[in-house]
């Protein structure tokens, strides 16, 4: 998934050189003081990295109260078929519910999937082609009526309707109806607007999918949102967003966009039908920030609970946190990768050495300092597959020694490989980077520092963030506008290498607009192994060949990887049963927090 629909975009008007120094601050800033380094605070705060993949404060949690999430930004949307930003996915659970859904604990395990609205994993035929699933009892709508097996099929309709909903996941309209020949609900003939055949719905309790191939990931593709049931009488098409309705514990009370939302109990839910989610809070509310800064001063002073973005506190707040509640702050890995990549179609970097010149000449240590240093930029990144993601070696794939011999840098190999290319001067390229993520603007900047050290005159071009899309997911405009190397980051839709590699390595992914596939990879052999995955049923064969698609992609030198990111989140004095999940990339599962005090 992209920066931009996981992180969200926080407008910040500083200067990235006012952003380098902070970071540079932060990163030196490595201890609190009266909340001591590790243990809990005079607040009540767990501790440092309490909720890290482990449960902080479990017993606590008490029925009832106002939980109050506070967020730099709105979602894409609310719908459950077009968002597409990973906070707005977590969040959503409290208000939807799909067939199967990630399980409610810490970590690795968390991304492991679990029956919801089925009874089962579902029924799996022999060819590995047929699904299915009988849904529960006692499931309804917050009108309390059942939901029925059509629901299911109509909500996962609405994905074909792209020209009413945009955006959101296509996995399914992909794995379900590979030559597009379905038109979507609502230029659907059929009387009851279901006329997708690869569904069948033979009573109310039971749904039937038919993949015309099979794919190993199918229980992940209907384990995310947009997989949710929707109910044909309550569709308001693109206004859908402003107020869904509700199959969970909570359903929408109010919503003004850019403002506030509000969600209250959902009476008509059923612990019974849903033994996973807790429902502990009696409402549930997010109040939205223009300013980053406010927003973390606001959490501080514990007017609110946490950040619903979950992408790390600003640097200003980040500094003053650690120096002063360390206890209220966990440091997880986020599950992105934060990169370089050098599009194929813009000269030289056709040329496998002239993009080897650039991965041996930059600074690696540099790099993981502009992003903010080892706390709060995360780890250096040896390759392309990320931690949380079954297949990554992490560290131990290191075939520049980024993190070795040449974490600073190997000039000299560098210059070798620019002879190789026919390059020996060195060569003058442009730099591409979104103007509203200042750490990005500061990472183009240590890049074209190192760059030049090595002979490759490096200019940045800060284009609008909000147009990337059209900017540099236009291959033509990139080779138009000479970008030689694009800054930008990805982490997994689901923790597979198909939900992560798919829409930035495969060549059918290539696209005029909206392209993903920045570095133009077509390669046969990466091609195959993602077929090779798709149909591989065997978890260690799954595993092998996304080790090897990861291999094949470095290689190719198409990427220089600065940092597996980490972020430093805040964690306010009130949660309990506090835990960050591999599910949605180290945000806490937001759908089981509780509150230690209901006033």
């Known amino acids: 998934m992209t920066t931009q629909r996981t992180s969200g975009r926080r407008k910040q008007a500083m200067a990235a050189a006012a952003v380098v120094a902070a970071l540079l601050t932060t990163a030196a800033c490595g201890g609190g003081d009266d909340n001591k380094s590790d243990g809990g605070s005079k607040t009540g705060a767990a501790g440092f990295d309490a909720a890290n993949n482990k449960v902080a404060q479990a017993s606590l949690a008490k029925k009832g109260g106002e939980l109050k999430f506070a967020s730099a930004q709105d979602a894409d949307s609310w719908d459950t078929t ?74 996962i309709e609405r994905m074909w309707a792209q020209d009413v909903l945009s955006g959101g996941p296509v996995y399914l309209r992909d794995v379900l109806d590979p030559k597009g020949k379905y038109k979507g609900p609502y230029k659907d003939s059929d009387k009851e607007h279901l006329g997708l055949s690869a569904i069948d719905t033979p009573d109310e309790k039971t749904v039937v999918f038919h993949l015309p191939e099979a794919n190993s990931d199918f229980l992940q593709m209907i384990a995310l949102p947009s997989a949710s049931p929707v109910r044909q009488d309550k569709d308001t098409k693109s206004k859908y967003m402003l ?104 000269k030289p970097f056709d040329n496998i ?39 990554s070696e992490g560290q131990k794939y290191d075939p520049y020694e980024s993190a070795g011999a040449n974490k600073n840098g190997n000039v000299d190999k560098a210059k070798e490989e620019l002879k190789a290319c026919g390059k020996p001067d060195g060569f003058s390229t442009t730099i591409a980077v979104r103007n509203n993520k200042p750490v990005e ?115 190719g030198g198409y990427y220089l990887p600065f940092v597996y990111e980490r972020f430093v989140n805040w964690r306010g004095d009130r949660l309990a049963n506090v835990y960050t999940t591999n599910a949605y990339s180290g945000q806490y599962d937001f759908v089981n927090l509780g509150l230690k005090s209901t006033k």
């Not at 549930?284 to 514990?302: C, E, H, P, Y």
Request: net charge positive; with cysteine; charged share 20%.
């Open 82 to 155: 077009r968002g597409y930003y990973g906070m707005a996915w977590n969040f959503m659970r409290y208000y939807s519910r799909q067939l199967v859904t990630y399980k409610n604990v810490p970590g690795k395990e968390g991304a492991e999937l679990q029956p919801d609205l089925a009874t089962d994993m579902g029924k799996l035929s022999a060819d590995k082609k047929t699904y299915t699933f009988t849904l529960r009892d006692g499931i309804t709508w917050e009108d309390g009526k059942p939901i029925t097996s059509k629901d299911v099929k109509y909500g």
């Open 243 to 346: 107020h869904p309705f509700s199959s969970g514990p909570y359903k929408f009370d109010s919503y003004s966009p850019g403002k506030d939302l509000k969600l209250v109990r959902n009476d008509a839910w059923k612990q019974s039908s849903d033994p996973f989610r807790k429902a502990y809070p009696d409402t549930v509310s997010i109040k939205f920030f223009t300013n980053a800064n406010v927003m973390d001063q606001r959490l501080i002073a514990g007017e609110y609970d946490l950040d619903l973005n979950q992408t790390g506190m600003s640097p200003q707040g980040r500094t003053v946190a650690l120096k002063q509640h360390k206890a209220n702050l966990d440091n997880p890995v986020s599950g992105f990768i934060r990169y370089a990549v050098f599009p194929q179609n813009v």
């Open 353 to 391: 050495h002239c993009r080897n010149a650039a991965i041996y000449g930059a600074d690696h240590v540099s790099l993981q300092t502009a992003r903010g240093g080892p706390v709060a930029g995360g780890d250096i990144a040896t390759n392309m597959l990320p931690p949380s993601v079954p297949g």
């Open 441 to 555: 603007v500061a990472t183009a900047q240590s890049l074209q520092a190192s760059l030049k050290k090595v002979g490759i005159d490096a200019q940045i071009d800060q284009f609008d963030g909000s147009q990337t899309a059209g900017v540099i997911g236009s291959p033509s405009n990139v080779h138009k506008k000479n970008y030689g190397i694009i800054i930008m980051g990805w982490g997994p839709d689901f923790p597979s290498v198909q939900g992560y590699g798919l829409p930035i390595w495969n060549s059918k992914y290539i696209l005029d607009s909206g392209n993903n596939n920045f570095a133009m990879i077509k390669d046969k052999s990466i091609d195959k192994l993602f077929s090779d995955y798709t149909k591989a049923t065997e978890e260690s064969k799954q595993t092998e060949i996304a080790t090897q698609i990861d291999h094949k992609v470095m290689e």
